[in-house]
């Protein structure tokens, strides 16, 4: 008899604890790594407009995509100080009816 659990996730693969566990961590450093790009790229984007901005005479608009350049690197160093960090993971046991161990 199978006793440990199984997961279906939304598209209808089928996992055990374990290897769902290691599915999910992958695809949430995916989306992360996504965004981290995107806001690398939003950086580089606004440096590129305050600069032409900026010689076109244009000071206010210098100044707003600066401001939005220096948000968006901001927000992309708080993203990988949160990537540095480890995920917990407690351990799992198979003959234990597919919980992990409690804290």
Request: hydrophobic share 40%.
């Amino acid at each position: 008899m199978d006793t440990l659990p199984y997961f279906t996730c939304h598209i209808g693969h089928r996992y055990g604890a374990d290897s769902m566990e290691e599915a999910q961590l992958h695809r949430m450093e995916q989306a992360f790594e996504v965004a981290l790009r995107a806001l690398n790229e939003r950086a580089a984007l606004c440096r590129r407009l305050a600069e032409t901005a900026q010689g076109m005479g244009q000071a206010l608009s210098a100044k707003r995509w600066d401001e939005a350049g220096r948000e968006a690197r901001d927000r992309a160093e708080v993203l990988i100080r949160f990537l540095g960090e480890e995920w917990i993971r407690p351990p799992f046991h198979p003959g234990s009816g597919g919980a992990p161990d409690r804290f």
